[in-house]
């Protein structure tokens, strides 16, 4: 009998969640089989048990790695990177105490009070380091109150005494460094000890500062490495900024005399030049048609299908307010932002200003962009058109794929976006796509969308159609820009055109399709 309740209490706290009539059908075939009045009773008190186990709110923990969340003191699960912290389900209305643990760390503790339904979130306070001062191969001393900075020890020759009477450290070195960690702000007097020689110094560490010291003891001279660290770093990467930039100025100088040749053919054919005479004309002319007819077969070959659905728009900042339900149809999305050879393909505009020609066409307006579409569909013979401002964040948040990453594609904003080359934005397809398959949708340039700037979502359309007012004259911007802030990269946020958040130089634009 007793194993026949460990097996009902089982399969009960495993169909707890499902909370539907065929649960209860199933156990009372099960007491009507075993006719017993008793298991009966206890099924149905098993059953609101399990079903009085889940609960309808959540908790959602903005927090750096490998930090153990305890819930009541079970323990929740591990933060990650992929999550930006943790999120956790199914939490009861009530009364809840939380703890966090990070490794080497004094834990935090905190007390919060859910409403039914409510989704609680926060942001973990930096942790207050347990201070352990070591060596270099993790042989420890005694411990400190307080981290607040480190002291990294070098010296000639490698064996050397370290004595700190006021940190109670005194080790033998005898290899190459020695760190002491989380050393408290202040000025400290050391003493160094090789064979009978003895030299006395005084170290400052300041607050999360490395202090980098080498010891000689042959001439008896202590020299601070910090500012030569902090030099040399600085020479390193500005050698690397001229190698990338050198590179790219040699391409861009090939690309740009290719364009120019180009350009300079087709402003002779549209004067009426002859160019039937001079087979030179007949070969730049067919250069340039070749390159349109490559730009729009990539066009074509870059359009990701995107699968229509219902989801909810919006949340976080006020302009993004409120949350709502949107149902989409199915459309078709370009995998890039539109680059400057598609644009000078369509308008054939003087490329001479751009040095590289892949990374997106920017500084463009609302008006100049409705006029690019106009003559590629013209050209093309399909509809082109910017995505909806329901379209866009759909598509940027993954569309049924979603794994509700806060920027598009991932939860670390590195990933998605970087500071370009030469001041300008990066070349499409450089960082990492998200769910869907989409570039750059976080990060580079911001993205233009059909619908015309409102403060929020109120009397928000249910299809996701874009808004327009013929009254308002600037136009919604998405993903963040070039030199955008953390926040703006959210999915979520919403900007204007030429706004404090979107300047001109840093707005571009990626097209749509209908299916």
């Known amino acids: 009998m007793q194993n026949n309740f460990r097996f009902l209490e089982y399969i009960l706290i495993e169909l707890s969640d499902l909370r539907c009539w065929a649960v209860c059908t199933l156990f009372v075939c099960y007491s009507i089989l075993m006719r017993s009045f008793f298991i009966y009773l206890a099924l149905v008190l098993l059953t609101f048990q399990g079903l009085a186990q889940k609960g309808d709110c959540f ?22 990177v992929e999550e930006n912290g943790l999120f956790i389900h199914d939490v009861m209305a009530g009364m809840h105490s939380l703890r966090f643990v990070k490794d080497d760390f004094k834990p935090q503790v905190k007390e919060i009070e859910l409403k039914k339904g409510q989704v609680f979130s926060f942001r973990l306070e930096p942790f207050v380091p347990v201070i352990k001062i070591s060596l270099f191969d993790g042989s420890e001393s005694s411990e400190v109150v307080q981290r607040t900075g480190d002291v990294w020890i070098q010296s000639l020759p490698t064996s050397v005494r370290v004595i700190i009477k006021s940190l109670d450290v005194d080790f033998k070195k005898d290899k190459d460094k020695m760190l002491l960690e989380g050393v408290p702000v202040g000025e400290y007097k050391v003493v160094f000890v090789w064979k009978l020689k003895r030299l006395n110094c005084s170290i400052e560490v300041v607050k999360d500062k490395t202090t980098h010291i080498m010891v000689n003891m042959v001439k008896k001279r202590v020299v601070d490495l910090h500012d030569r660290d902090l030099v040399i770093a600085e020479k390193m ?5 001229e190698r990338e930039r050198a590179q790219f100025d040699s391409l861009a100088l090939d690309r740009l005399n290719e364009m120019e040749k180009e350009r300079v053919t087709v402003l002779r054919v549209e004067r009426g030049d002859v160019i039937t005479v001079e087979p030179v004309k007949e070969s730049r002319l067919s250069l340039f048609e070749k390159l349109r007819e490559k730009q729009f077969r990539l066009l074509d070959m870059n359009m990701i299908p995107v699968k229509g659905g219902k989801f909810m728009m919006g949340g976080g900042s006020k302009e993004a307010r409120p949350r709502h339900k949107v149902y989409l149809r199915s459309f078709e999305m370009c995998r890039y932002e539109v680059t400057r050879d598609l644009w000078f393909a369509v308008m054939g505009c003087n490329m001479s200003a751009y040095k590289i020609s892949d990374v997106p066409i920017s500084n463009v307006r609302w008006t100049d962009v409705q006029l690019f579409i106009r003559k590629l569909n013209r050209l093309t013979g399909l509809n082109y058109r910017l995505p909806t401002e329901a379209e866009w964040e759909y598509a940027a948040s993954g569309g049924k794929k979603s794994k509700g990453y806060k920027f598009s594609g991932s939860n670390n904003l590195r990933s998605l976006r970087g500071k370009g080359y030469a001041f300008h934005t990066e070349i499409v397809g450089m960082r990492l796509p998200n769910e869907l398959g989409f ?65 001109d130089d840093e707005i571009g634009f990626r097209l749509v399709r209908d299916k």
């Open 59 to 80: 908790i959602e923990i903005i927090a750096g790695p490998d930090i153990k969340v305890f819930l009541n003191g079970d323990l929740m699960g591990v933060t990650s």
């Open 237 to 241: 990467e500005m050698k690397r900024m």
């Open 439 to 503: 570039y750059n949708m976080t990060g580079n340039v911001w993205e233009i969308c059909q619908d015309t700037w409102r403060p929020d979502y109120k009397d928000a359309a249910i299809d996701g159609r874009a808004y327009f007012d013929v009254s308002e004259s600037k136009h919604v911007v998405r993903g963040g820009g070039l030199n955008s802030k953390r926040t703006w990269y959210d999915v979520r946020f919403r900007a204007f055109e030429n706004s404090e958040f979107a300047p």
